[in-house]
C-alpha cells in the first residue's frame, strides 16, 4: 500500500482555464465529453487536477495538428493511449530473460 506524501493540488475551472490559456467553457465541454477528468463538490464547482492541464495541452495539439472536432478528440486520445499501453507490453515481452539488456552477447 502507498501514500501520498502531499495532497495533490487542485484548480478551480477559472484558474485552470488561465493556466491553460483557455476560455473557460472548453474545459467545461472538454469534461462533459469525457476527455478531461475533473471531480464536482458539493456546490457543483469543478475541480481539476494538474495532470489534466497536460490532458489540455495534448487535446489542444491534437486540434491544431489534425483539425479534429473536440467529440473525435476523445476517441484519437483514447487509441494513443491505447497503442502506447501495447508498445509497453510489447517492450516487455521482447526483452530477454535474465541477464543485461544492453550488454551485447554476439
Not at 61 to 78: K, Q, T
Request: hydrophobic share 45%; proline share 6%; glycine share 8%.
Amino acid at each position: 500500500m502507498t501514500y501520498a506524501l502531499a495532497r495533490p493540488r487542485r484548480l478551480d475551472l477559472e484558474t485552470f482555464a488561465r493556466a491553460a490559456g483557455v476560455h473557460p467553457e472548453l474545459p467545461r465541454r472538454l469534461v462533459v465529453l469525457g476527455a478531461l477528468q475533473a471531480r464536482t463538490d458539493p456546490s457543483g464547482t469543478l475541480w481539476f487536477e494538474e495532470s489534466q492541464l497536460r490532458a489540455m495541452a495534448r487535446i489542444q495539439r491534437l486540434r491544431a495538428g489534425f483539425a479534429l472536432n473536440y467529440a473525435a478528440l476523445g476517441l484519437v486520445i483514447d487509441l494513443l493511449d491505447r497503442i502506447a499501453e501495447l508498445e509497453a507490453a510489447a517492450r516487455t515481452r521482447s526483452r530477454p530473460a535474465g541477464g543485461t539488456p544492453w550488454i551485447s552477447t554476439g
